[in-house]
Structures are given as C-alpha cells and as structure tokens.
C-alpha cells in the first residue's frame, strides 16, 4: 500500500477525533488536485476499519500492520462494510465516464440497510465529490443529514467552493495544501521506482507541490517536450518548420499521452512568460486564446495536428521581434 508522504497536521486530526470518540460522520478532504487526498483517504479507510475491529493493532498515525486481514479485505475489494465511489469506466472502453451518477450513490443503500458486519464501522470513500452529477449530490446530501448509524464518509474535493453549501455545512473539513520540494521528490522516488535521477527533477520542477500531477508525465520525456516548446518561443519559427515537426510528432494514437501533456504544457510555458515582464496584457490574452483551445481539444476532439500547430503558433508569439 502507498504510503503517506507529508500532512501530518490531518492525520493527527483524524486519529485525535478517533480515539477520543469524537469521530465526525463526515470529512471534506479538500485541496489541490495531485497533493496526496486520495492516498489519505485510502490509508484511513482502512485505519478506521483495521482499529474498529481490533483497537489493539493502532499504531502511529495511520499505520496498519503488514498482513492484517481487514487491510487485505478492503486491497481485495471484498469488505462488506466499506465502499468507493469512482468514475466509472464507460462500456468497452478504458475512458472513464464524465460523472459519479445518482444510481451509484443510491447503491449505498444497500450497505446501509444492515448493521456493519466486521466491526462497529463502516466507510465510504467518494473520490472525488466534484465529479457527482447534481442528483447524485443532492441524493448524497440526504445521507449527510441523517446519517447512517456508525458509517464515515471521507468525501475527496479538488473544488470545495463549488460544491454545495449544504453539504460542505454538514462535513468536517481537512484542508490540505500542496507539498514542499522534498516532499515531492519522496514521493516521487517512492512512486517511480524506475524513473531516474533526471526524470525526477524534471517532474518534481512541474508539480508545483502535486506530485499527482506530475506522476502522469512519467516516461513521456516532459524535458524534450517542453525543450521544443522553449525553443519556439525564443527563435519564433518563421518557416513554421518547428511546429510542423512538432504536430506531427504528437498526431496519433500512440501520442496520445504525450500529446495531452502538450495540451497542458504550451499555455503553461506562456503563462511563465507573462510572469516574467514585458507586454502583461498582451501575454495573459495569449495564454487565454491557448488555454481555451487546449480546453476544446479534450472536450471536443479536435483533430491533433492542426491543434499542436495552432497552440504552437501562439507560443511563438513570445519570441523577441527581430
């Protein structure tokens, strides 16, 4: 199981209320996308369940020993009194779909229809609250205001503002914030134990303290990517050689990856360059103009080639008049 790197302030927090039996029904676990919530959220599932059934097993923080059967049970997904909402993936397909539905959240019935079976507790892991569609929330909500006897729910926000006020009034909220250099380049080696020394600080230099983030670049060489997309931005590509070259290195479905991390990497780089001076005004409109075409490529599909080329031509633009 994946360890917990940082946050020490919400584990304490978590098990104080716990061993001191004022265990809240509901915790809003909210920051940043990629700092390490839903890791928590793994861990204190099954800590909450591994100490319900046997207090004696508790050790520090959210540590489980190695072997303990209730850990196994919720590793195998087999538990009967805990259970993870998810996007789901779609038919036939490895593409996740866009919402947690009502029907998904409606199916806890059935685990609160009996008494917990292992222990006195039972968990609900929601990974991530922001993906419920608004009937499944407002179905959620209901479980919120009259909880379901001896049940916690760990409920995973990128988004808390966003949510709705009355279910943010009814949780307990965990605020995490992103991790300090060290800290991701832990997690980073612990996860990436075949990555090397070079990778890790290229990730660790663009999590911006979410190492979650990072991670989804592993193996994509972001260094070459954003090299190409550097020298574009100083050399202008007049002949349009540069971002030719680069469209069609990233056109494919084999590129797919590599061109997703684009996607997120070329308004970046533009936005870099507004904090670094020159004409704010016009730069921020650039990075707006990029950033909605990289919005409309996930959400439309718009043809890979042609969007490299257009984003690429908007970094251009940053490059020094000759």
Not at 184 to 192: F, K, W, Y
Not at 222 to 238: K, T, V
Request: charged share 25%.
């Amino acid at each position: 199981m994946t360890r917990l790197i940082g946050h020490r302030q919400q584990v304490d927090a978590l098990v104080d209320a716990a061993r001191s039996g004022r265990l809240h029904h509901a915790w809003l676990l909210a920051g940043p996308q990629g700092v390490g919530k839903a890791t928590f959220a793994d861990l204190a599932a099954r800590w909450l369940l591994a100490t319900a059934a046997d207090p004696g097993i508790a050790g520090a923080g959210l540590a489980v020993p190695d072997g303990n059967r209730i850990a196994a049970l919720i590793d195998a997904e087999s538990h009967p009194d805990f259970k993870k909402l998810e996007r789901l993936e779609k038919d036939r397909s490895e593409e996740l779909a866009r919402s947690i539905t009502v029907d998904q959240v409606r199916g806890l019935q059935r685990l609160f229809a009996t008494t917990p079976s292992m222990s006195s507790r039972r968990v609900v892991i929601i990974d991530a609250l922001d993906d419920l569609e608004r009937s499944a929330a407002n179905a959620l909500l209901k479980n919120l205001e009259e909880p379901p006897t001896d049940t916690v729910f760990l409920l995973v926000s990128h988004a808390p503002g966003r949510l709705l006020p009355t279910i943010r009034s009814r949780c307990r909220v965990l605020r995490f914030e992103p991790l300090d250099d060290a800290e991701v380049t832990d997690v980073l080696r612990a996860t990436l134990s075949d990555a090397d020394a070079g990778e890790i600080a290229t990730l660790a230099a663009l999590a911006g303290g979410a190492p979650g983030n990072a991670i989804r670049f592993a193996g994509l060489d972001i260094a070459g990517l954003d090299a190409a997309i550097d020298r574009i931005a100083l050399e202008g590509d007049a002949s349009n050689a540069l971002r030719s070259a680069l469209a069609r290195s990233l056109s494919g479905k084999a590129a797919q990856a590599r061109y997703e991390a684009f996607l997120e990497r070329a308004p970046s780089r533009i936005a870099a360059a507004a904090r670094e001076g020159g004409d704010i005004r016009e730069k921020v409109a650039l990075w707006r103009e990029a950033r909605d075409i990289a919005d409309q490529a996930v959400r439309i599909s718009l043809d890979q080639q042609t969007t490299v080329f257009e984003l690429a031509g908007l970094v251009a633009r940053l490059a020094p008049q000759r």
